[in-house]
Nanobody
């Protein structure tokens, strides 16, 4: 599975960004994969943002609940992360991930994108 993130950039605090993660070259039907979003700030460990399973159910990390929305478009083989009310603490490299069996909130997914940078100013 090849994953390519896009949509990162710089935004002022309180603003919004929408990240995308396009997938290709997958062995199984895209809709069968569990998909996750993670982020990593400089000097910090990679942390989960949330995930979405093959039935479209989502789970979120506490820091982003109520502000971020994960969705998927199986017809377009694309995962999305809508980020609202952004805070400086949300600044990080954002990664998407995919796995055909694992669907937890740990960074144990098999496939990973290269990341897209999000910067949030005060």
């Amino acid at each position: 599975v090849q994953l390519v993130e896009s949509g990162g950039g710089s935004v002022q605090g309180g603003g919004s960004l929408r990240l995308s993660c396009a997938a290709s070259v997958f062995r199984y039907t895209y809709s069968s994969y569990c998909l996750g979003w993670f982020r990593q700030a400089p000097g910090k460990k990679r942390e989960v943002v949330g995930n979405i399973d093959d039935d479209g159910r989502t789970r979120y990390a506490e820091p982003v609940k109520g502000r971020f929305i994960i969705s998927r478009d199986n017809a377009k083989n694309t995962l999305y992360l809508q980020m609202n009310s952004l805070k400086p603490a949300d600044a990080a490299m954002y990664y998407c991930a995919a796995d055909i069996t694992y669907c937890g909130l740990a960074a144990e997914y098999t496939y990973w994108g290269q990341g897209t940078q999000v910067t949030v100013s005060q």
